[in-house]
């Protein structure tokens, strides 16, 4: 690892004016699962580490029924599904982090942190594509907001500018009868990168029997996560059932542009698309039907 | 393939960082420069080499410590975030001579072979039974996971947790 300075920020401007001073050299730290193995490794060199983690607004979890949900960009996964009111609302965020890495990572890795480091396999980004999150950034030109699907430009990059950073990610008020899931593939139970992750998100008719709206999202099959949008907008008016489910999953590897590499080919992440899609349209759909 | 040589690592001089922290229960005090995880200065500053380096990446786990409650790898924290913070090792379970009740599962049920991987197992189990003093083998194993053994094949460390909960209650 490089030598480098270290600044605890605690306010969002002091971290605004650190990172537009040191530019490219300056490095944004919250939970550090990626950003120290990155370091480590010389994958990524730094002059300045800022951590964000003592800036309130980065930290906090903010959260009422009729307007949604305010994540702090640095809150740790554990807080996420530690909060009963969070985890009964976002049940697909609750899914998302409690894959990433196992109990130590989860002390630690934020989905802010998930989304900026932005992978194409992330297991975060999907569950936040698919309940619409908008990322809240503050820079030197002051605040804007950026939907998480618009979030991430390619492998490691982002829409962030010099001096930008992430400062909270909002999730929209859930109406009744919506629910979530997120499933990702991988050969073994826990700790592994995804073959394929694959977020949903419903909303049902008042009589919980078809689809009123849906999105879903994908990972690992390009080089950001991606929307199916097809899929997505065929299955409005659609009966919430099992062979819906499977034709969503087939009109989904149509978003797919998935690569072969030693973890499948892409064959198989295709083949990976449509099952996950099916499994987590069922799981959402039944969440939404129970909430 | 080829392989490309990482440049040097830089020669800037950074300042080296005074860090006031509780560990154990006792307040400690050091100085590292930004660059230090934890895990260095645990072992290198403080003298405290009961967490090991296993992989350095995150993986093992074998370095996991308690930070404010919360069971992180020491490996992926800097020493300089630790201020202020109260951080609890494996050096902590026994209270003098009077060892833990993990710590005499893990000895009685023969849960290790070589040893690299126990302090951080011990670490994560206590933290698992300080929340859940009852976990089932599922809820063990879940929180273990970020835990390897290439020994024991595992088996002898969950009975090893579950015959501590049982000697806790
Ligand atoms: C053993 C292990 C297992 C893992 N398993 C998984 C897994 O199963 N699934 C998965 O998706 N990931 C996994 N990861 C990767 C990592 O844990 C996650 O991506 C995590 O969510 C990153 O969050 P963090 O808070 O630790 O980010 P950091 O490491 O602090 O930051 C990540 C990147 O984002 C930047 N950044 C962070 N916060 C901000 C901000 N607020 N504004 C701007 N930039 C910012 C940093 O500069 C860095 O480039 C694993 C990592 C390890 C070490």
Same mark, same amino acid.
């Given at each position: 690892?490089?030598?480098?300075? #270290?600044?605890?920020? /605690? =306010?969002?401007d002091e971290a605004v004016s650190l990172l537009a001073a040191g530019g490219?050299?300056?490095?944004?730290?919250?939970?550090? =699962?990626?950003?120290? *193995?990155?370091?480590?490794?010389?994958?990524?060199?730094?002059?300045?580490?800022?951590?964000?983690?003592?800036?309130?607004?980065?930290?906090?979890?903010?959260?009422?029924?009729?307007?949604?949900?305010?994540?702090?960009?640095?809150?740790?996964? #554990?807080?996420?599904?530690?909060?009963?009111?969070?985890?009964?609302?976002?049940?697909?965020?609750?899914?998302?982090?409690?894959?990433?890495?196992?109990?130590?990572?989860?002390?630690?890795?934020?989905?802010?942190?998930?989304?900026?480091?932005?992978?194409?396999?992330?297991?975060?980004?999907?569950?936040?594509?698919?309940?619409?999150?908008?990322?809240?950034?503050?820079?030197?030109?002051?605040?804007?907001?950026?939907?998480?699907?618009?979030?991430?430009?390619?492998?490691?990059? =982002?829409?962030?500018?010099?001096?930008?950073?992430? *400062?909270?990610? =909002?999730?929209?008020?859930?109406?009744?009868?919506?629910?979530?899931? #997120?499933?990702?593939?991988?050969?073994?139970?826990?700790?592994?990168?995804?073959?394929?992750? *694959?977020?949903?998100?419903?909303?049902?008719?008042?009589?919980?029997?078809?689809?009123?709206?849906?999105?879903?999202?994908?990972?690992?099959?390009?080089? /950001?996560?991606?929307?199916?949008?097809?899929a997505s907008k065929w299955l409005s008016g659609r009966p919430a059932d099992?062979? /819906?489910?499977?034709?969503?999953?087939?009109?989904?590897?149509?978003?797919?542009?998935?690569?072969?590499?030693?973890?499948? /080919?892409?064959?198989?992440?295709?083949?990976?698309?449509?099952?996950?899609?099916?499994?987590?349209?069922?799981?959402?759909?039944?969440?939404?039907?129970?909430? | 393939?080829?392989?490309?040589?990482?440049?040097?690592?830089?020669?800037?001089?950074?300042?080296?960082?005074?860090?006031?922290?509780?560990?154990?229960?006792?307040?400690?005090?050091?100085?590292?420069?930004?660059?230090?995880? @934890? %895990?260095?200065?645990?072992?290198?500053? @403080?003298?405290?080499?009961?967490?090991?380096?296993?992989?350095?990446?995150?993986?093992?786990?074998?370095?996991?410590?308690?930070?404010?409650?919360?069971?992180?790898?020491?490996?992926?924290?800097?020493?300089?975030?630790?201020?202020?913070?109260?951080?609890?090792?494996?050096?902590? %379970?026994?209270?003098?001579?009077?060892?833990?009740? @993990?710590?005499?599962?893990?000895?009685?049920?023969?849960?290790?072979?070589?040893?690299?991987?126990?302090?951080?197992? @011990?670490?994560?189990?206590?933290?698992? %039974?300080?929340?859940?003093?009852?976990?089932?083998?599922?809820?063990?194993?879940?929180?273990?996971?970020?835990?390897?053994?290439?020994?024991?094949?595992?088996?002898?460390?969950?009975?090893?947790?579950?015959?501590?909960?049982?000697?806790?209650?």
């Amino acid at each position: 690892m490089n030598d480098f300075d #270290y600044e605890a920020a /605690t =306010t969002v401007d002091e971290a605004v004016s650190l990172l537009a001073a040191g530019g490219q050299r300056a490095r944004v730290l919250a939970g550090g =699962t990626d950003l120290l *193995v990155q370091l480590r490794e010389r994958r990524r060199d730094a002059d300045l580490v800022v951590d964000v983690k003592r800036i309130p607004q980065l930290s906090e979890i903010s959260y009422e029924a009729a307007t949604g949900l305010r994540l702090g960009a640095a809150v740790p996964c #554990y807080r996420v599904y530690g909060d009963a009111e969070v985890a009964a609302a976002y049940p697909g965020l609750v899914d998302s982090a409690s894959l990433i890495g196992g109990w130590q990572i989860q002390g630690r890795a934020s989905l802010g942190g998930n989304l900026c480091n932005a992978s194409p396999a992330a297991d975060g980004i999907p569950s936040l594509i698919a309940y619409d999150a908008v990322a809240n950034i503050a820079g030197p030109q002051g605040e804007r907001d950026v939907p998480v699907a618009e979030f991430c430009t390619g492998p490691g990059k =982002t829409v962030l500018e010099r001096g930008e950073f992430l *400062v909270s990610i =909002t999730l929209p008020p859930q109406p009744a009868h919506s629910g979530a899931a #997120y499933q990702r593939f991988i050969p073994r139970n826990e700790m592994d990168i995804a073959v394929v992750g *694959v977020g949903a998100w419903v909303q049902l008719s008042d009589d919980a029997k078809s689809i009123k709206s849906a999105r879903i999202a994908l990972a690992a099959v390009a080089p /950001t996560p991606v929307v199916a949008t097809e899929a997505s907008k065929w299955l409005s008016g659609r009966p919430a059932d099992e062979a /819906t489910f499977a034709e969503a999953g087939e009109l989904a590897k149509k978003a797919a542009r998935p690569i072969s590499d030693l973890r499948g /080919t892409a064959e198989y992440r295709n083949h990976l698309v449509g099952v996950l899609t099916r499994r987590v349209l069922a799981a959402a759909v039944s969440r939404a039907q129970a909430s | 393939m080829s392989h490309v040589q990482a440049p040097e690592a830089s020669v800037r001089p950074t300042k080296n960082v005074h860090v006031e922290l509780t560990v154990n229960g006792e307040p400690r005090e050091f100085l590292c420069a930004p660059r230090e995880s @934890l %895990l260095d200065v645990l072992r290198n500053r @403080l003298g405290l080499t009961g967490a090991k380096e296993g992989c350095n990446n995150g993986n093992c786990g074998a370095c996991a410590v308690i930070l404010n409650g919360v069971p992180v790898n020491s490996c992926l924290v800097l020493g300089v975030e630790a201020a202020g913070a109260e951080v609890e090792t494996v050096e902590g %379970l026994a209270k003098g001579s009077h060892l833990h009740p @993990l710590q005499q599962c893990f000895l009685e049920d023969a849960a290790l072979q070589c040893g690299i991987c126990t302090p951080g197992f @011990l670490v994560s189990a206590k933290a698992l %039974l300080d929340r859940n003093p009852d976990p089932s083998e599922e809820e063990i194993r879940l929180h273990l996971a970020g835990n390897l053994c290439r020994c024991t094949g595992y088996d002898k460390i969950v009975r090893a947790v579950q015959d501590a909960a049982k000697a806790n209650t």
